[in-house]
């Protein structure tokens, strides 16, 4: 009789966590949109859910890289180019950008961060593939499926245009795709996602086991973006669909990663952070991106009033051409440097300090005898 599930493959760092940050995520995001029309949040994002879902989740995750990078001094020193680098040409970029237009600077990030969401996701089917030791074939099916999941909505939703929600501001993706493409994206998308569901099936018939985690990954994937893009109806769906299962695993990995890195020694600010443990930890990220949000709204959006208070200035276009790159900063670095900061490949130390090696001196446990709690998130590892 064929196993059902394969022990050693079923699960990147056990059914726990693997549950919590991706099953977990997609049913809560699910559980929310359910529940909007008892929640008051059909249509627009409400206060308190933009303050839940974008600020405590979404921009918040987008501070957690400091921990990885610019809290850490040995890592600075490092890789100085890099940090000193990225943050200048995302700056210049975002500058060039606006003085052409606004929209042309707000289409363009829209663009980055889609790839940024799609590649994480990406990241973290590549790391089942690693860990069970899957063949290219197989790897190559998994990514196609992860690139399906997520492309297939995103495409027809650019046939689709305008819808009542968008990334970062109205009108910020290009229209003019026809409908007809967004229909043949979903079939395809659905072909794609029939062989790969097909090869796991196979998998079970001859006595391989299931993974169970990857299957799941991909599931939630395609809930989220099928359903926050395709069935969605309003802001208040998307946004939700949108941010949860992107921004809740990347807080796990750099926690799990900051933790690892402290126990190493010579950690500087990020070690006197994490004293406070996890709660800490996230209080840490959530008054940065209420910071980042305060200077936003009076400055830019003069959207919240209640929360922000009221004011405006009435700024020129050079000037708005030099801030709102500035504001879009933290985020904009984040998208750069999270393609170059998890290759494990070209940094042993990493696997280590996520849980998911030995340390560098040979010390502590095996990874086999670490709890799952002990274990690592990683957002993208090529």
Not at 58 to 78: I, P, Q
Not at 148 to 173: I, K, M, Q, S, Y
Request: charged share 15%; net charge positive; hydrophobic share 55%.
């Amino acid at each position: 009789m064929p196993r059902l599930l394969a022990p050693s493959q079923g699960w990147l760092f056990g059914p726990g966590v693997d549950l919590t940050v991706f099953a977990g995520s997609a049913l809560v995001s699910v559980a929310f949109v359910l529940a909007a029309p008892w929640l008051g949040a059909v249509g627009d994002t409400p206060l308190w859910a933009w303050l839940l879902f974008v600020v405590c989740v979404d921009v918040a995750h987008v501070w957690s890289t400091l921990f990885r990078t610019y809290l850490d001094a040995d890592e600075l020193r490092r890789r100085p180019g890099l940090y000193l680098g990225a943050p200048l040409l995302a700056y210049a970029a975002g500058v060039v950008a606006h003085l052409a237009s606004p929209r042309a600077f707000w289409t363009l990030f829209a663009y980055v961060a889609l790839a940024h969401f799609v590649r994480q996701q990406y990241g973290w089917v590549a790391l089942y593939g690693r860990k069970a030791r899957a063949s290219t074939a197989e790897r190559r099916l998994d990514a196609a499926a992860i690139y399906a999941a997520t492309l297939g909505p995103v495409v027809w939703w650019h046939a689709n245009l305008p819808r009542a929600f968008w990334w970062f501001v109205e009108g910020d993706f290009l229209a003019g795709l026809p409908r007809v493409a967004g229909t043949m994206a979903l079939a395809l998308h659905a072909v794609v996602l029939a062989t790969w569901a097909g090869f796991q099936v196979v998998r079970v018939a001859r006595g391989q086991g299931v993974q169970a985690g990857k299957v799941l990954l991909v599931a939630a994937t395609w809930g989220a973006w099928f359903g926050g893009i395709v069935l969605a109806r309003d802001d208040f769906a998307f946004t939700v669909m949108n941010v949860v299962l992107h921004g809740v695993p990347y807080f796990a990995l750099l926690f799990r990663y900051a933790r690892g890195r402290h126990a190493e020694g010579g950690y500087g600010a990020g070690g006197a952070l994490l004293r406070a443990g996890l709660p800490g930890f996230l209080l840490f990220l959530v008054a940065l991106a209420l910071a980042e949000e305060f200077l936003w709204d009076r400055v830019i959006w003069h959207e919240r009033s209640l929360l922000f208070g009221q004011g405006s200035v009435d700024l020129p276009p050079d000037v708005l051409a030099l801030l709102v790159p500035l504001l879009a900063l933290p985020q904009a670095t984040h998208y750069v440097l999270d393609a170059f900061i998890w290759k494990p490949g070209r940094e042993p130390a990493l696997l280590a300090r996520l849980g998911w090696g030995p340390p560098p001196t040979g010390e502590g446990p095996p990874l086999s005898t670490l709890p799952d709690s002990a274990m690592a998130i990683p957002g993208r590892n090529d």
